[in-house]
């Protein structure tokens, strides 16, 4: 395998992340003469062209360069205006990300039909009354029907999700009506994800949709096909086969490794595998071969997107966002780091030879160069589990390499879902989304917000997250997250009721009352349809309008950098939501296709892009809009009296 060549440009370690362990951890690969991404970010100069998404090459007639700073002097060989250009690649990259969202969510399927024809017998159905809450929301008949008959009835339903090359896709149905007929008025509606994926490749080809306000249809319908469709899939199947989440404490940073322990790290997407380890971990015969080699147990830890799904499912310790990845190798502690798809960097392998860890994959659809790979079977689990144990725990039997494990560790619960939201704030009899909205519209709760999505090296690891995050609920504003977004504010503290005493005076007081956390952790990014869920029970709860785009909230991704993030934020502003991409976007300001996406999707009903780089600035954006929809609502009043109100009692007190 090609070595890393060392870099030529370097930043002190502490700008380059605010996460103390990972910190220490770059400063230790340097001094190993390690390169990890933190330093090959400042040492790669993005091409300024690509960046502002003014280059096409789409046909061998180019590649087509245009000038970010005069747009309109010139367009591509074949006439391709900047216009076309920008959509069609950003209709690539939502392809891409909605393709990856349903290439997981066909897999979960697959696995669920397996358990449902009992082809496969290590998994299984946990939550039976999620799976007839949904099947019913489906229009499937629950009523005196044995369960694995319901089951069938909704895989058969589901992989309409998929196949469909007309109609409506399956979970459309769960959209407010008004969302709804918005999208069937602009022909927007997703049928299925493959033929939505195959058509949004197709119609970027040379010569084929060039014309930007037809390519956005495609573009919003391949994004709801992730969100309304591959995503949603992933989350609802994965709640009824491994369990839907509820609170549960659970510990976040790389203070979870143990030196005195077997080491295994699960890191991906997919939860089947790591559940499998789960189960392998926990087996006698292992715990039995570990304390032979001399550790005192085996700790399995998560990491990125599965690893945030496994800490709210059943309290896993996670040790790190995407950004800490390679870092995290940087102990020479972790025995073997287990990998399945999406977000696994190449660069891995040479860090992990370099610190002799185990690198292993187990999908078939992504190995990597100079990692082991073991195939993952849903069918026989434990062929690929109990390899992959032995191998770290004969790697830590022959462990030569200096440990170091950084001491930060961070407690907070865990594992929120929209029916937990539901029955927190509804209570066991009276479950509803009522009080929540009651609390919005008198003002208690400003807004919603959705903080969400990965960390990118292009900044200071975990700073925008966490002061953005900050601000909001600073500002009243209840925050919900997902994926590596929620693990930096793990890490930080603010997953725990503690930190209501940071929220505004309105938002405190909720949490106090309830005894929740102002920043709700929803899961990994798949999970992201808990919001969209979350979204459409607090427009039918009443009060606050008929559709998505009416309610007072907002979303962002502070550090986004995956096509993944592309697809999840297109599928929100579809959705009607006013999403705000930190670092930059793919659209040159001042083009007819960037007006288009910043504000004349809202004029036509839908969300909207927003864009900024200071996480104040960003807060105030999103502050903005949420004050925007309270004055359409005509409950902007009722705030400024509850804020008087609540001012004039500090100043009383004071
Ligand atoms: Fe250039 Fe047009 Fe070919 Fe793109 S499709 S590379 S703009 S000639
Ligand atoms: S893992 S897509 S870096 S959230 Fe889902 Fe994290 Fe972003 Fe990957």
Redesign the pocket.
């Known amino acids: 395998m090609p070595k890393d060549r060392s870099i030529t440009k370097q930043v002190p370690a502490s700008e380059r992340t605010t996460c103390e362990a990972t910190c220490q951890m770059l400063e230790k690969a340097r001094k190993d003469g390690v390169v990890i991404a933190l330093d090959r970010a400042t040492d790669m100069k993005p091409c300024p062209i690509g960046v502002e998404s003014a280059c096409?090459?789409?046909?061998?007639?180019?590649?087509?360069r245009l000038n970010p700073r005069d747009p309109y002097k010139k367009?591509?060989?074949?006439?391709?205006t900047i216009d076309t250009?920008m959509a069609r690649n950003l209709g690539r990259n939502v392809a891409t990300g909605s393709a990856s969202h349903n290439d997981h969510g066909m897999h979960i399927l697959k696995l669920f039909k397996g358990i449902v024809e009992k082809k496969i017998t290590d998994f299984t159905i946990d939550d039976t009354l999620k799976l007839e809450r949904l099947a019913g929301s489906l229009g499937i008949d629950t009523q005196d029907r044995e369960i694995y008959d319901v089951a069938k009835d909704l895989c058969d339903e589901l992989e309409k999700t998929f196949s469909n090359v007309d109609g409506e896709m399956p979970f459309t149905r769960l959209a407010p009506e008004a969302t709804l007929e918005q999208w069937r008025k602009g022909g927007i509606v997703p049928r299925g994800a493959m033929k939505e994926v195959m058509e949004m490749m197709s119609r970027t080809h040379?010569?084929c949709d060039q014309d930007y306000n037809n390519l956005i249809k495609q573009i919003s319908r391949t994004a709801l096909a992730d969100g309304w469709g591959g995503s949603m899939v992933a989350t609802e199947l994965s709640d009824i086969m491994f369990g839907t989440p509820s609170p549960i404490l659970a510990e976040v940073n790389m203070g979870v490794l143990k030196e005195d322990h077997v080491n295994v790290i699960v890191h991906g997407h997919e939860p089947a595998m790591f559940e499998g380890m789960l189960a392998a971990v926990n087996d006698p015969f292992f715990i039995q071969a570990a304390k032979d080699k001399g550790a005192a147990g085996i700790n399995l830890v998560g990491m990125c997107c599965s690893g945030a799904e496994m800490m709210s499912r059943h309290g896993v310790p996670h040790a790190g966002n995407f950004s800490s990845t390679e870092a995290v190798l940087v102990t020479g502690a972790v025995d073997a780091m287990v990998v399945d798809i999406q977000c696994i960097k190449q660069g891995l392998a040479q860090v992990a030879s370099c610190y002799d860890t185990h690198l292993i994959t187990t999908s078939d659809r992504a190995h990597i160069e100079g990692a082991t790979h073991i195939e993952f079977a849903e069918e026989d689990p434990r062929a690929c589990t109990d390899q992959v144990l032995t191998k770290a725990i004969s790697r830590f039997g022959s462990r030569s390499m200096p440990i170091q494990i950084p001491k930060q560790i961070q407690k907070g619960v865990q594992g929120f879902t929209h029916e937990y939201i539901e029955y927190m704030l509804g209570g066991t009899f009276r479950g509803s989304y009522s009080p929540l909205n009651e609390n919005i519209i008198n003002g208690r709760i400003r807004g919603v917000a959705g903080v969400v999505g990965c960390t990118n090296p292009k900044v200071q690891q975990d700073y925008v997250h966490v002061e953005l995050v900050k601000e909001l609920i600073r500002n009243d504003v209840l925050v919900l997250q997902t994926g590596c977004s929620q693990i930096a504010l793990s890490k930080a503290g603010f997953l725990t009721p503690e930190a209501g005493a940071l929220a505004g005076p309105g938002l405190a007081e909720v949490c106090e009352t309830v005894g929740m956390p102002p920043v709700l952790g929803l899961g990994s990014c798949v999970d992201n349809t808990r919001i969209l869920i979350a979204a459409s029970a607090m427009v039918r709860a009443g009060g606050l309008g008929n559709s998505i785009a009416d309610l007072p909230v907002a979303g962002c991704a502070p550090e986004w950098m995956s096509e993944k993030a592309l697809a999840i934020g297109q599928y929100f502003v579809a959705s009607g939501v006013y999403t705000v991409f930190g670092i930059g976007f793919p659209a040159i300001a001042g083009t007819r296709f960037h007006d288009l996406l910043f504000n004349g999707l809202e004029q036509q009903g839908y969300g909207k892009w927003g864009t900024g780089k200071d996480p104040i600035e960003i807060a105030k954006l999103m502050i903005a809009h949420i004050d925007k929809k309270r004055r359409q609502l005509g409950i902007d009043k009722v705030r400024e009296r509850t804020l008087v109100d609540m001012n004039d009692r500090r100043a009383i007190a004071g």
């Open positions: 096409c090459k789409h046909c061998y007639m180019g590649p087509c367009v591509g060989i074949c006439g391709a250009i040379i010569g």
